[in-house]
């Protein structure tokens, strides 16, 4: 049973369609990369995929089934907007959650310290929000969104505000979480932890979908464009290769775009007959550069 599956999903707002026509199987163990442009659908999306708004066409589906206070349980949500209330204390608030959520209190107990201990920050357990650095507010956030121990997760821009140490913490716990079998929606700009941490991807523009698949077939399937090169000496001449785009020399290594991929065999020539060549890597395109190429131009923001 696919434990998360938006089926032909349309929603529009007046005659405006903010998601057209789009399917997304989410499996057990999988972390699913929700991308595209500002204003591309993905909020929408996820807002159907927690039951908070109603697809026009098209179905939803948690393990098989419509939405119910049931499925509700089931869902984790970490949204971009964090919204913990600055005068309550860390414990109380997070307690709140996991009780609505359907958890007993002394359950939730164990649960919120044991994250807590995960996050290496037992101490704010009796701490107000508002004593908290954001990045550590960002912690107890992800917490409130999985202390139900729910198999479907929805996060939006997890990492946003966080230091690299605490980036590195929250992705470690995000796989461990995939490890255990949970279901992740993931949405983010950043395309660097999307390659790292996601198997397949959908990517919207303007409401509809532009690339969707295994994120190593996309990969695959662009044309490789870049080229690194190190030499022992510099080389002349690289510019003027026919089917060569531009040429950026820098201190220890220099990078070829090329218009045309078959063009790399001739900078290797080039090079070899000038210098000793230390290493030449016909490069795949990062999904940064896919992302660019794929939306037009309207690159990810931060
Ligand atoms: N409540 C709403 N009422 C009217 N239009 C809306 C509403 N919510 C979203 N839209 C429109 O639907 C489209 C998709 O918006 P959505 O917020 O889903 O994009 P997004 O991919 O999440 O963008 P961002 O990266 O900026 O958050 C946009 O054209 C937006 O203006």
Redesign the pocket.
Same mark, same amino acid.
């Given at each position: 049973m696919i434990p998360l599956k938006i089926d032909h999903v349309t929603k529009r707002? @007046?005659g405006?369609v903010?998601?057209n026509e789009i399917d997304i199987e989410v499996r057990p163990g999988e972390i699913f990369g929700l991308l @595209?442009?500002? @204003?591309?659908?993905? /909020? /929408? /999306?996820m807002r159907m995929a927690l039951g908070l708004i109603l697809p026009d066409e098209g179905s939803i589906y948690w393990k098989g089934k419509g939405y119910s206070d049931e499925v509700r349980r089931w869902i984790g949500y970490l949204p971009?907007e964090r919204g913990l209330y600055p005068k309550v204390k860390v414990s109380e608030q997070v307690l709140y959650l996991a009780e609505l959520r359907g958890m007993k209190r002394s359950k939730a107990e164990q649960s919120l310290r044991n994250w807590l201990e995960r996050f290496e920050v037992p101490e704010y357990y009796n701490k107000k929000v508002e004593e908290l650095s954001k990045g550590n507010q960002q912690k107890i956030q992800f917490i409130s969104a999985v202390i139900h121990d729910p198999d479907i997760l929805i996060l939006d821009e997890a990492f946003s505000g966080l230091d690299p140490v605490n980036v590195e913490l929250l992705k470690t716990n995000v796989t461990e979480l995939r490890r255990e079998g949970k279901t992740i929606l993931f949405s983010s700009?950043r395309m660097d932890h999307v390659e790292e941490l996601c198997e397949n991807i959908i990517m919207?523009h303007r409401?509809n979908t532009v690339l969707k698949g295994n994120l190593r077939a996309i990969k695959r399937s662009f044309p490789r464009e870049r080229v690194l090169l190190e030499t022992e000496r510099g080389v002349q001449g690289l510019e003027s290769i026919p089917g060569v785009r531009s040429v950026k020399t820098g201190e220890a290594r220099t990078e070829i775009m090329l218009d045309k991929p078959d063009a790399a065999q001739e900078v290797l020539h080039t090079a070899m007959s000038q210098t000793e060549v230390y290493r030449f890597q016909i490069m795949e395109p990062t999904l940064n550069e896919i992302f660019i190429k794929t939306v037009g131009g309207q690159g990810p923001h931060e």
């Open positions: 707002y @007046g405006n903010a998601v @595209g442009a500002n @204003g591309a659908g993905k /909020t /929408t /999306t971009e700009h919207l409401s």
